[in-house]
Each structure stands twice: as structure tokens, then as C-alpha cells.
């Protein structure tokens, strides 16, 4: 990307802040409006949320803390069509008038096919969601239409040749880890988007936070660059520094966070070849830390028949991971996590789980390291 070249930010809504951690729809609305109103008042205006977020209510957060507040022609909104869930192609017009009444809009600005990959490409076939969104795209209800896409390079190369006229932009899973990670292949997707000509909307690029809490040792070898930049500035320096990328989306629960981030793409300076040497750096330390690489989107947990809490249960396992010694507060999380949801030896194996995570990974097999590692006598210590 050439010096000054301008890279939009937009405001990922897919885990807004709440009021309870385990209830998705207890928004905090004071927060996220002060939130939102701050991200506009900067100057940026681009907000991206799905049917599918926080139990299906995120939509309806959009609604109240941004639809309501603000004048339309002051914000674009994104949200996408869930290809898990529509039926067929009745559903998707009864899914798409839902997602408008919910959103209290008249038009969506972008509209994406959500989370596209081989499980759910025959499927809109079948039924022509890429017709569909293209035809509301014609009446109007639709300004630009994409898809965002967790799958091989090999199958976006598929779906653009056969597909790719009807899509005004892709969204792509993008940052310094997994840039050439086998299950995702950040670099090599983003080569096929430029081959079509399609611009690239980066989500992800914090990877779901494990770009914010770095291991320490990684942490020192950043501020020994940039003595001032937080990691988040780094993770989101890296994806808006490759060619062909024009929006970076990335969550924000605090106001710090978001000063942070905005200012990061106000005063915009790309990666240089003498940072991208310490990036390789800190993607090794960071690999040795994280056993696990799962960002927490939770797609997995829906169906799961024994509500297991896969991403906390990752999230613990990661961490438990970097602690030492033979008990840590993990297992007391662990604990009081399962007595609300299944534990991870509840798991009957049925795989519902790893069809849904657009990071593809082993569930199963994870869960009974989880399990291994947190339901054993050592982990579960009791009183003699
Ligand atoms: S494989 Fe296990 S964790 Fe996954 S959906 Fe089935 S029961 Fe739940
Ligand atoms: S296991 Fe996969 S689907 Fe589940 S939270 Fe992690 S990355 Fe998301």
C-alpha cells in the first residue's frame, strides 16, 4: 500500500459491550451509544453487524444505539445474511424483511453473504442467494453487496469465477497470524480478491483479541520498536497495510480502546520492512503461548446439543497454558462455567460445532485436551 493511502475503519459489532457476560442481548446501552457517538464525531462511519450476533439480538442493538440516534445519510450499516440458517429461498426473503424491521432501516448500505465455505456454498446455489441479494440489490434495499469468507483460497477462486460479477467487495479474515496459517490462509485469499479486482474488507484483525493480550516477552519486543504504539495499532497497522485492502473492521469496548484505534488510522503510517521482521518475531512467541488458535466468535456454540462453552473453555485453556504451577483461577472459572453448560467431556462428538467454525478447527479433539487438562482430580481439587 502507498504511503497515504487512505484505509477506512469501521466498527465491528460482534461483541459489544454488555451488562452480563453470559447474557449476549443485556446491552449496555449508555456505553455503546457513547461508544458509536465518539466513533462518528471522529469523523468515521461505517458500522458491521450479522443476524447472528449476541444470540441473534445484535441487530436490534443497531436499532436502538444507532438507527434511532442518528440521521441515516450519517452512518452506513452492514449486515449479513446467515447461510446456516436460511432454508430456502423463501427464507431468505422472510430473513432479509426481518433483518430490516430489526435494524429499523429502509436499506442496507452493505450487505454481505455471511461466512461462506464449502458447507453452505452448495446450498446458496441451490437457492441463488447470490440472485437474491443481487435482486434486492436492484430494488434498492442493498447499496453494495460481498460476502465475508472463512474458507480455502481455492474455493474463493471457485465462488469469484462463477459468482464473482454479483459481488461489489469481500471480507476477509486478515492478520499477522494468520497470514499464511494453513486453516486460513489470510495472504493467499487476499491474492485471489486482488485477481478479481475485488476490494478487501479486513475482520479479524486483532484475531479476536489474542492480538491485544500478548505474551509478555512479545509485548517487550514491540514497545522495544515502537516504545508508544499499543499492540492493537500493530495488529491493525499489519492488515491495513496490504495492497487491496480499503476497510479494516475491528471491535471496541472502551473509549480508550477507541481513541486508540481511530487515532491509529487518523495518523495512518503502514508497516515497514524493519516492523515486519519483528512481526515474524512475535507471531513465533506468540505460537509457542496459544495451543489453541480460536477467536471467540462462538459461531460453534449454537446447536451444540450439550451447551458446551467451547470459546471459554478454549479461552481458559490457552491461558492455563501460560501460567505455571498446579493450580490456577482458571479452574475456578472452568467450575463455575460448567455448572451453567456442559463440560467438555459432555461432548457427544456429533461434529455440529467444527461445520460452523470458519476457523476449522479440531473441536473435538481440543475439547478433550480441555477436558484432560481441567476435569482431572489436580483441577478439581477436593477437601481431604
Ligand atoms: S461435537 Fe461436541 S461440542 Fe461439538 S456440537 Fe457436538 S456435542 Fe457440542
Ligand atoms: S472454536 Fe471456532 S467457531 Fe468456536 S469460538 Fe473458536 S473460532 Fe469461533
Same mark, same amino acid.
Given at each position: ?6 484505509? =477506512?475503519? %469501521?466498527?465491528?459489532? *460482534? ?32 458500522? =458491521? ?24 445519510? &450519517?452512518?452506513?450499516? @452492514? ?29 442496507? =448500505? ?18 441463488? @442467494? ?13 447499496r453494495q453487496v460481498g460476502m465475508?469468507?472463512?474458507? *480455502? ?12 460479477? *454479483? ?9 499477522? *497470524? =494468520? $497470514? ?53 495499532? $500493530? ?17 471496541? &469496548? ?14 495512518f503510517e503502514p508497516i515497514t ?51 505455571? %504451577? ?7 472459572y472452568y467450575n463455575n462455567i ?5 463440560? @467438555? ?40
Open positions: 500500500m502507498a504511503q497515504g493511502q487512505k484505509v =477506512d475503519f %469501521g466498527f465491528g459489532c *460482534m461483541r459489544l459491550p454488555v451488562l452480563q457476560a453470559d447474557q449476549p442481548d443485556s446491552f449496555d446501552y449508555d456505553k455503546i451509544g457513547q461508544l458509536f457517538d465518539a466513533f462518528l464525531a471522529k469523523g468515521f462511519t461505517y458500522f =458491521d453487524t450479522a443476524y447472528t450476533y449476541h444470540g441473534y439480538h445484535g441487530e436490534e442493538a443497531m436499532r436502538k444505539a444507532l438507527v434511532e440516534r442518528h440521521p441515516r445519510q &450519517n452512518f452506513q450499516l @452492514a449486515t449479513k445474511m446467515p447461510l446456516r440458517d436460511f432454508k430456502d429461498a423463501e427464507d431468505l426473503e422472510s430473513i432479509f424483511n426481518e433483518q430490516l424491521a430489526h435494524c429499523g432501516v429502509e436499506y442496507f =448500505d452493505y450487505y454481505l453473504l455471511h461466512n461462506m465455505g464449502t458447507n453452505v456454498y452448495a446450498k446458496c446455489k441451490k437457492y441463488d @442467494a447470490f440472485g437474491f441479494v443481487a435482486q434486492k440489490k436492484a430494488e434498492g434495499k442493498i465475508s469468507f472463512h474458507d *480455502m483460497p481455492e474455493l474463493l477462486d471457485e465462488i469469484l469465477c462463477e459468482y464473482g460479477g *454479483m459481488l461489489d467487495f469481500i471480507q476477509l479474515q486478515i492478520n499477522y *497470524m =494468520d $497470514w499464511e496459517q494453513p486453516n486460513v490462509q489470510s495472504r493467499r485469499c487476499l491474492e485471489i480478491a486482488r485477481k478479481y479486482g475485488k476490494s478487501v474488507t479486513v475482520m479479524e484483525p486483532c484475531k479476536g483479541g489474542t492480538l491485544v493480550n500478548l505474551p509478555p516477552e512479545a509485548e517487550a519486543l514491540l514497545r522495544e520498536t515502537r516504545p508508544l504504539a499499543s499492540n492493537a495499532s $500493530w495488529a491493525l497497522r499489519f492488515a491495513a497495510s496490504q495492497e487491496g485492502v480499503t476497510r479494516v473492521l475491528s471491535g471496541m &469496548n472502551s473509549m480508550e480502546q477507541l481513541e486508540d484505534n481511530t487515532n491509529t488510522f487518523l495518523r520492512p524493519e516492523e515486519q521482521e519483528t512481526i515474524v518475531r512475535v507471531k513465533e512467541i506468540i505460537e509457542k503461548n496459544t495451543p489453541i488458535p480460536c477467536t471467540g466468535c462462538a459461531y460453534c456454540t449454537h446447536g451444540c446439543p450439550k451447551d458446551i462453552a467451547i470459546p471459554q473453555y478454549f479461552a481458559l485453556y490457552n491461558n492455563i497454558s501460560r501460567t505455571t %504451577g498446579s493450580f490456577s483461577s482458571q479452574n475456578v460448567s455448572l451453567k453448560h456442559g463440560k @467438555a467431556s459432555d461432548c457427544i462428538g456429533c461434529g455440529q460445532c467444527e461445520k460452523a467454525c470458519p476457523q476449522h478447527l479440531p473441536i473435538r479433539q481440543y475439547l478433550q485436551d480441555v477436558a484432560k487438562k481441567f476435569e482431572t482430580g489436580a483441577a478439581f481439587p477436593t477437601r481431604k
